[in-house]
């Protein structure tokens, strides 16, 4: 086998494969081999079929098989040899003439690229501060957290904070709309989960109490079966609960494993400036690799680009598809997202070419021992089997990704750890 190397452009090479003829000859062999085995022609037994009579009758065959086979046998090596890595699957073209043999390949690869200065990138960003309001928003989160559901202490009416179960049924011009009704449906009041006139009219209603409520819903409300309609709603209210909230005091801190409210405060005010730090890394991450993409020229291969862009126009479709888009609907999303899509995937690809040209002049890498400590990880959060994890990742060819996954995440520590991070006064 003989292989040859041509660069068409910054992501494109032409890889040249000339077999030799006892390369091809011993492939035709093989073929012969199994169709003499398989062939059933009238008149002669199984495995007795002669060869001229098999090549008469399976010679198309013969010969698409033939070069299929040239390249699922070869191809591999071939690019190993060439040091060719394609980003997708290579086109293919045939070589047959008298003296030569084989086939060419087009592939399309990362492009090799200077790398523009990435120690020392300049980064500004806010201080982090942690307010006595924030600590005190999180404290009344867990108090809801762990609100006690009781039934209301009177005969009041229902009000803001209520947990109430409505019976309801959509009317228009006097009958009812399918689909728009239902016996027990629970619903925190003050939540915002219904249109505000319906949530409103339901403040101060009692338990059996019934009431009509007309509603007109808006032209872009998600449900476009009743969207620019107004429908009667008749609501019986079944049931209401209150929240009781707990006592902010020591013995709620101990429910929380704190020692008392000192330690509470303490470990709260810890817990949002480590979520506050990590966010951001983000930023400053995001921040490192915008300025290396201003700083450079990065080509990008297009059937990766044009991959990139199918997975997140298939993402973004599963998305509405509970919103019940019409095929118009869809269509015009399609296009109107596309050219988001296309620049998003395009400065993701861009800084992942990067980080893989950072890693590899820097000696970055994960191996095995790193994506297995990583699929343990994994599991531990996951609450999941280890054993249930890692057969999860192997059988869907994953473990590239997480190892890929790996060194992106030890690349960008590396980038933000040697740049200069300057916070606004």
């Known amino acids: 086998m003989k292989v040859q190397v041509e660069n068409i452009d910054s992501v494109k090479k032409k890889v040249e494969v000339l077999l030799l003829e006892e390369e091809i000859n011993a492939i035709r062999e093989s073929i012969y081999s199994e169709l003499q085995k398989q062939a059933k022609i009238k008149g002669f037994r199984p495995g007795k079929v002669p060869r001229p009579m098999i090549i008469s009758y399976y010679k198309d065959y013969i010969n698409d098989e033939l070069k299929k086979r040239m390249v699922q046998e070869t191809m591999y090596e071939a690019l190993n040899e060439a040091k060719v890595n394609p980003v997708g699957q290579p086109l293919v073209d045939f070589i047959d003439e008298a003296d030569r043999q084989g086939y060419v390949l087009e592939c399309e690869v990362l492009p090799d690229i200077e790398l523009p200065p990435y120690k020392g990138i300049e980064v500004e960003v806010e201080q982090i501060k942690v307010s006595d309001d924030e600590v005190a928003k999180r404290i009344e989160g867990l108090q809801q957290m762990h609100a006690e559901i009781v039934a209301k202490e009177s005969d009041r009416g229902a009000r803001k904070g209520d947990l109430v179960v409505i019976k309801y049924q959509g009317y228009e011009d006097g009958k009812p709309v399918k689909d728009i009704g239902t016996e027990a449906y629970p619903l925190e009041l003050g939540s915002s989960t219904l249109m505000p006139e319906f949530e409103n009219a339901l403040m101060g209603m009692k338990e059996n109490e019934e009431k009509e409520i007309p509603v007109s819903f808006p032209e872009d409300y ?132 990067l980080v893989t040209k950072i890693s590899e002049k820097e000696g970055i890498d994960a191996d095995e021992n790193d994506v297995q400590e990583r699929i343990k990880k994994i599991a531990e959060d996951a609450k999941r089997p280890l054993n249930d994890v890692r057969n999860f990742y192997e059988q869907y060819n994953l473990l590239n990704n997480l190892r890929s996954s790996i060194i992106e995440e030890r690349t960008i520590n590396f980038l933000r750890d040697n740049a200069v991070i300057k916070e606004k006064s």
């Open 222 to 353: 998600p449900d476009k079966d009743i969207a620019k309609r107004t429908l009667q709603f008749k609501v019986m209210m079944k049931e209401i609960k209150e929240k009781r909230l707990p006592e902010v005091n020591d013995e709620f801190a101990k429910d929380l494993n704190f020692d008392n409210m000192d330690a509470l405060h303490k470990g709260l005010r810890d817990e949002i400036l480590k979520e506050k730090e990590n966010v951001r890394g983000r930023e400053i991450a995001q921040k490192i690799m915008d300025a290396l993409i201003g700083g450079v020229e990065i080509p990008v291969p297009k059937t990766l680009l044009e991959r990139r862009i199918a997975a997140m126009m298939e993402e973004a479709k599963s998305r509405f598809k509970a919103d019940r888009l019409t095929e118009e609907e869809a269509k015009a999303i399609d296009e109107r997202f596309r050219e988001d899509f296309e620049k998003s995937a395009e400065a993701r690809i861009k800084g992942e070419i």
